[in-house]
């Protein structure tokens, strides 16, 4: 794979106020191209190409912590970019790496069902779009306070889909909280999912190098999968991260607390192994990094979606085939030059609709 692509913003001399904020950014984002042919011996044929967005973090406030305004506003300018982003860029698939709510850890089953709404009404999208969400710790809790009910309400919203293919492309979606690796029930039960996950992965393997030894069954196809989860498999920190939507300088170098920050080395080494994925990406650090594990795995961390999170929110576009893949992400503007814009654009009109006489004298 290529190294990630950060395509540039638009020129500050473009950005205009807009209804639909990210529009002038979003025309400078284009799908990156990826190789489309398969060789099998001697013979070419034309794999196909899917389009993916992958974005995390979007933190819909609840009704505690969340004040009206703060809500009112950058969950407009939240919903205005995915909805100006399905528009323009036509994604076939958009995936959300966990923490789609603040408060979804401890919001009453009233909340829930609101917050529920405001999700459907903000990230609706076209019936030949799919969206795929995985729980972060904030929609379900940390593992000390998850619990079967949590679990479940959430599952019940977006689906306990642990493996998705399309167009011979194998994507594994993780619930990253229960892999605490304690035994609880939560955690065997998780565990065990992705054991069978596995399974059918390797069988896929199996059989196309002649093995008869899974049986019959449908197979998976023959493709390396997608890794999708809410922690970061496990490093120690971002001191190796860089970019302009990376950590800030002076909290790179703080260790990362295995199963708070980061899942731990053993969780990490065993979704490594069950799995063999070609590729990872996973969310909440709110900021970006890619790593490699193994010197072999690549992993990208995807910044936050929202503007309570991140002055420059971003999400990363890619062109995937069974075989090859190449990434590239696609900036949100960034929040204080969209209120400085706002700001010049309302003193200008005032100054166009107000008689001279008031004019002069509020210069004097």
Request: charged share 25%.
């Amino acid at each position: 794979m290529e190294s990630l692509k950060e395509l540039e913003r638009c020129p500050a001399k473009t950005r205009m106020p807009s209804p639909y904020p990210g529009l002038c950014s979003f025309l400078m984002c284009n799908w990156p191209e990826v190789k489309t042919t398969a060789y099998d011996g001697e013979q070419a044929s034309h794999e196909p190409v899917l389009k993916a967005m992958f974005l995390a973090d979007t933190h819909l406030l609840g009704e505690f912590l969340g004040h009206w305004l703060d809500k009112l506003r950058r969950e407009w300018q939240m919903e205005r970019a995915f909805q100006t982003a399905l528009w323009l860029l036509q994604p076939e698939v958009v995936f959300i790496l966990g923490d789609v709510f603040d408060e979804g850890k401890w919001s009453t089953p009233e909340a829930w069902a609101d917050d529920v709404e405001r999700f459907q009404k903000m990230f609706r999208h076209p019936s030949h779009v799919q969206l795929k969400v995985v729980a972060g710790n904030h929609d379900i809790g940390f593992h000390y306070e998850m619990n079967t009910y949590k679990v479940e309400r959430f599952e019940k919203v977006f689906s306990s889909e642990r493996l998705f293919s399309w167009k011979g492309i194998n994507f594994v979606m993780v619930n990253s909280v229960a892999l605490n690796g304690d035994g609880c029930g939560i955690c065997s039960e998780a565990e065990a999912e992705l054991i069978e996950v596995s399974h059918r992965l390797n069988c896929s393997r199996e059989q196309a190098h002649g093995s008869r030894r899974c049986g019959p069954g449908p197979l998976l196809p023959v493709s390396a999968p997608v890794l999708l989860q809410h922690y970061p498999l496990y490093r120690r920190s971002d001191a190796n991260c860089s970019g302009d939507d990376a950590a800030p300088p002076e909290e790179r170098d703080i260790p990362f607390k295995e199963n708070y920050d980061v899942l731990s080395r053993e969780a990490s080494q065993k979704l490594l192994w069950w799995l063999q994925p070609r590729l990872v990406l996973s969310g909440h650090t709110h900021s970006a990094c890619e790593v490699h594990h193994g010197g072999r795995v690549p992993e990208l961390s995807v910044p936050s979606f929202s503007w309570r999170n991140r002055n420059n929110p971003s999400f990363i576009m890619g062109s995937i085939t069974p075989t090859d893949y190449a990434l590239s992400k696609c900036y949100l503007p960034r929040e204080d030059v969209v209120l400085v814009i706002y700001c010049g654009a309302e003193t200008k009109l005032l100054h166009l609709i107000m008689p001279v006489s008031d004019q002069k004298k509020l210069e004097k």
